[in-house]
């Protein structure tokens, strides 16, 4: 038996591991995506004051914060049925909208960029922010940077803190916006806008490259799964409020519903190999890690979305979605690496929403707060977070404290597909137990489509997942080593 | 203790969130004059450098490892004590290595009682065969291994000798800044010491501060989603739980300016052995009721004490292990 391991010490809301096993002839038996994961936040949730949880729940991830927050908020709203004045609504959802941006921002300039922008098959060496600098221009990179540092500071303007922000309670937020500060956030939109058009501006000139047209359409990374996302009256996509669409993998509608049937749809399936708890949809049930109609297999976050929606719900952004589905011969598509494009054609509609709602001369007014009258009971919130759909689904005991709580994180949703993408990528490039050396970028290409991790962050310094290989002989002997480390 | 010119670095993570680390992003251009400064030797978020490159070095060859997230995963307890033994400084960073964080209030369960909830009973999981996930999994192709799930979740200071924290969830960039700047300085504060902070109380440079009365009276404390407070006036004189009076500042104040209360992340004052037992006190000191009914009174509001007190602490409660929470 010949054991890869491979250690990508990246975060998939902690660390992560992949484990290939090969058969006898070298060829792979079984690849596993494990998540080494567990704080039990759903247990520290009960007996706390219930609006304690959206402060407490962001630390679930420091990457997206915000999602938790925003999620909370709309649990405790609906757990203390209290409405939020227009105002903040408004107020949740431009913060969230720049967010939105500024975290995909960060994922395609800086983790995805580099692959596409100096090439899948350049210089390790080069295939980093250093060789983003070169190819796109040192004053471009600089402007992207300064863009994402004012994106920042708008959160921390509106919400407290960029991360672990501290503005949302049930009924509303706890600072409403002035006049200076609109002005502020005019130039923060202007950016964001010039920010979605640099991405999309660079996005179209690689899919003029048809090498990366047939990389993205190969048959390396493609799963026919359900898709899932929020969506407004419209079935237009919607980062902060509407109801859960289901698609099948024709693109049909499966189901529509409002967040407070979530059990009815969605269930979670544990595996003894990992921490991470696998959602899938109940309709179908789950039929182990495979794809196809059958099986309740989802995917959510930017694919998921823009599958699962009619359309965008910005013109500029539609226009770039009419775009994507061209390019890549309809819809839906199942292409993993279309979550880059995906990626892309949100933050268009992240920026033309900031735009939209830091001009609404109701964003400045002072009524921001409606005060619960009523006894929390049950809520049950839902946002898109930029991985996908995140619920908060809270209860609350006579006391009114917390009495249970039960969260479905993005990457719960995405995980069973993860381990699709990861097995697959392996099965194909590991053949009578030559390892390619590809084998680590295409894997690494195969859970960076999924944004999936921290290392996006942490990745600005260095430009790369850091991977390492070993293969071992039957007696755990290392026989092989390869690493993407120079 | 005199530093080298280029200062070699150690960062690890334990159960923390990532927050840790954008902090450390968040430092912007500051971050590559750091960078500049020092020799990262081990940064598995975002270097290549596994455990046998930090097993290979001498003892002590490490100058300064940053450490965050507490200690809830057996891997996590192997490789703290790796760093520890080859480092000369070990920096507790951030709330949860510090003091044990929010993860921290888990501990108010047993670890069976996490685990029974999330894989069993949470509603949305079907779980017929009543899975769990275990440290070793046979399976047709091999062996899969995972880490253990701890008792209990420990700050850093309990697991290993640490010698400076550095606090807030996260650490602000100033913060963050500060505490680099003192240790590249070469001259080191008594061990023990809290980096890059203020040694006085996040109130007294509070903006709020000059409108706090000189002697709080509180009649009854109030619960922030049940009233708009007034934003220019010291939000703990208007009944909100603010620990701004017992927590340390240097955090800028970021909370209190978004309207909302300090809730300690940024722990405890010199010489304070047990933050939730100091708010405790000061919270009963303020209380302007006589008997025990008009206590009761004030105080009801407050029904779970220990989520505000030890929101950030818990773990580093004296008592911590000794209360456990029934199960209902």
């Known amino acids: 038996m010949v054991v890869v391991t491979i250690n990508p010490i990246t975060r998939l809301e902690g660390h992560g591991k992949i484990s290939i096993f090969l058969d006898e002839k070298g060829d792979v038996k079984r690849a596993f995506l494990q998540i080494p994961e567990l704080r039990g936040f759903e247990k520290i949730a009960i007996g706390r004051h219930p609006e304690d949880m959206a402060q407490i729940t962001p630390r679930i991830c420091g990457v997206c914060p915000w999602a938790h927050h925003m999620a909370s908020a709309k649990a405790l709203d609906d757990l203390y049925k209290v409405k939020p004045p227009s105002a903040a609504v408004k107020i949740r959802e431009l913060a969230y909208n720049i967010f939105m941006l500024e975290d995909h921002a960060l994922h395609f300039f800086v983790l995805a960029g580099p692959d596409f922008v100096i090439g899948p098959r350049a210089p390790r060496a080069e295939r980093n922010v250093i060789g983003m600098m070169k190819k796109l221009g040192a004053e471009t990179v600089k402007r992207i940077v300064l863009t994402r540092k004012k994106l920042r500071d708008a959160e921390a303007l509106i919400g407290g803190k960029p991360v672990h922000p501290v503005m949302a309670l049930p009924g509303g937020v706890s600072k409403p916006l002035t006049e200076d500060d609109r002005r502020e956030l005019l130039s923060v939109a202007a950016a964001g806008l010039e920010l979605a058009d640099t991405a999309y501006k660079l996005l179209k000139d690689l899919l003029r490259n048809e090498e990366y047209v047939k990389l993205i359409t190969g048959d390396i990374y493609v799963h026919e799964t359900y898709y899932m996302g929020l969506v407004d009256d419209k079935n237009r996509v919607n980062f902060y409020d509407g109801k859960i669409r289901v698609v099948d993998p024709k693109g049909r509608e499966h189901a529509k519903f409002d967040v407070h049937d979530y059990l009815k749809y969605i269930a979670e399936h544990v595996e003894p190999w990992t921490y991470a708890r696998m959602s899938y949809l109940r309709t179908v049930g789950w039929k182990g890690l495979v794809d196809g109609e059958d099986s309740g297999l989802l995917a959510v976050g930017p694919l998921g979305r823009l599958n699962a929606a009619d359309c965008m719900a910005t013109p500029r952004a539609q226009a770039a979605y009419e775009e994507m589905y061209s390019t890549l011969g309809g819809k839906p ?28 001369p109701e964003i400045t007014s002072p009524d921001v707060r409606s005060l619960p009258t009523s006894a929390p009971d049950v809520g049950i919130g839902v946002v898109e977070a930029p991985r996908g759909t995140l619920i908060h689904h809270y209860e609350a005991d006579e006391r009114g404290l917390i009495k249970k709580a039960n969260l479905i994180v993005a990457t719960q949703n995405n995980v069973a597909r993860m381990c699709l993408s990861i097995e697959k990528a392996a099965k194909m490039l590991i053949k009578g137990g030559a390892v390619d050396d590809g084998l680590l970028n295409m894997v690494e290409m195969a859970f960076r489509a999924y944004d999936p991790c921290f290392a996006c962050a942490t990745h600005s310094i260095i430009g790369r997942v850091p991977l390492k290989i070993e293969i071992r002989d039957h007696e755990g002997r290392i026989i092989k080593v390869i690493t993407n480390v120079d | 203790m005199n530093l080298p010119a280029k200062v070699k670095v150690a960062f690890y993570w334990n159960a923390s969130c990532g927050g840790c680390e954008e902090a450390i992003v968040d430092l912007g251009e500051d971050l590559f004059k750091v960078l ?22 001498s003892d002590g060859e490490i100058d300064v490892a940053f450490i965050n997230g507490g200690i809830r995963f057996s891997e996590h307890e192997k490789v703290v004590k790796l760093l520890r033994r080859k480092s000369k400084i070990v920096v507790a960073y951030g709330s949860c290595a510090h003091l044990g964080g929010i993860p921290g209030l888990a501990n108010l369960w047993t670890k069976a009682s996490i685990m029974d909830y999330v894989y069993l ?49 996260p650490p602000t960039p100033n913060v963050t800044l500060k505490a680099i700047e003192t240790l590249l300085s070469g001259k080191l504060p008594p061990k023990g010491a809290v980096l890059g902070a203020s040694a006085r109380a996040l109130c007294d440079t509070c903006p709020l501060n000059e409108t706090k009365p000189e002697k709080l009276a509180i009649k009854e404390f109030r619960r922030p989603h049940t009233f708009i407070p007034d934003p220019k006036k010291c939000l703990l004189a208007q009944g909100l739980l603010c620990l701004g009076p017992v927590t340390r500042g240097g955090c800028e104040a970021k909370c209190i300016k978004a309207n909302m209360p300090c809730t300690g992340c940024f722990g405890p004052l ?14 009963a000191s303020i209380i302007d009721q006589r008997d025990e009914e008009g206590i009761k009174k004030a105080l009801g509001p407050i029904i779970d004490l220990v989520g505000q007190v030890y929101k950030f602490s818990l773990p580093s409660c004296p008592l911590r292990g000794l209360i456990k929470r029934k199960e209902v």
Not at chain 2, 134 to 147: F, N, S, V, Y
Not at chain 2, 270 to 283: E, M
């Open chain 1, 333 to 360: 598509t199942h292409y993993t690496l279309a979550y880059h494009i995906a990626r892309v054609v949100e933050m268009i509609q992240a920026a033309e929403r900031i735009k939209e709602l830091v001009e609404d």
């Open chain 2, 36 to 57: 500049e400064a020092v020799d990262i030797v081990f940064w598995p978020v975002a270097l290549d450098f596994k455990l046998e490159d930090v097993e290979r070095l």
């Open chain 2, 121 to 169: 009973k949470a509603p949305s999981v079907v779980n017929e065969s009543k899975t769990l996930p275990k440290e070793i999994t046979q399976t047709d192709a091999g062996d899969l291994e995972l880490p253990a799930f701890l008792d209990a979740l420990k700050p850093l200071g309990q697991v290993i000798d640490v010698d400076y924290y550095v606090p807030g969830c």
């Open chain 2, 270 to 283: 010199d010489n304070v052995l047990d933050f939730g037992a100091r708010a405790l006190s000061f919270i």
